[in-house]
């Protein structure tokens, strides 16, 4: 294992260095057929989950929104992240909604979504396109503009000097518990708040 991170360590070293030196920067990424799939089904879930009218509905496409955005996380090479997504938001928030479904009654409706409230829309049209006019500042994956090549000072600190400093093989998780580990300690805060919440509201002692 100490082999392999040592072998990725002198990988990304050589690819900065190259950067560095004015070698060509690595390929472009375009937006391809599944990140399109992905983006489309992220935004078709977000706005079935807000029209639909019925609860259940409603936190069923839910679930679907988080897994896909579980998988654009994967895609975008971000694992520790896509796990989160897919354990708090797809599992953990599902579970908690479903059962509180359950311990409530469950009003019925004719219609399967609102209607659309149509100043909000626009409001929301021009906050979207806003965000669609930032998107050209976004480096691609893989280009020497990204932080972590434009800063090689920090970058390759952390891949050279994570192993010696940590003791932890593996970097993410090196940098997730050890350097910033007081934000990871208030994430693991949140999230035990919330279950103690649950278990107040649903009237339990422990999680059956």
Do not use: C
């Amino acid at each position: 294992m100490t082999g392999t991170f040592t072998a990725g360590v002198t990988a990304l070293s050589t690819i900065g260095s190259s950067a560095a030196v004015g070698l060509p920067a690595p390929p472009v990424a375009q937006v391809t057929a599944v990140e399109a799939s992905l983006f489309v089904f992220v935004v078709l879930t977000a706005l079935f989950t807000a029209l639909a009218r019925d609860v259940l509905a409603a936190v069923i496409i839910f679930g679907a929104y988080s897994l896909g955005m579980a998988a654009l996380y994967t895609f975008y090479r971000a694992p520790d992240v896509a796990m989160t997504e897919a354990a708090i938001s797809a599992g953990v928030t599902t579970v908690l909604l479903l059962l509180t479904l359950a311990k409530t009654t469950r009003r019925h409706h004719e219609a399967a979504f609102e209607s659309v409230n149509l100043p909000a829309a626009g409001a929301a049209g021009l906050l979207f396109g806003g965000l669609l006019l930032t998107m050209d500042d976004i480096p691609a994956v893989g280009s020497r503009n990204a932080p972590i090549w434009s800063n090689p000072d920090v970058s390759q600190w952390y891949i050279a000097e994570t192993y010696a400093e940590t003791g932890v093989e593996n970097a993410v998780m090196a940098v997730l518990a050890a350097f910033r580990g007081f934000d990871t300690f208030g994430e693991a805060v949140v999230v035990f708040a919330a279950g103690v919440a649950a278990l107040i509201v649903l009237r339990q002692e422990v999680f059956a």
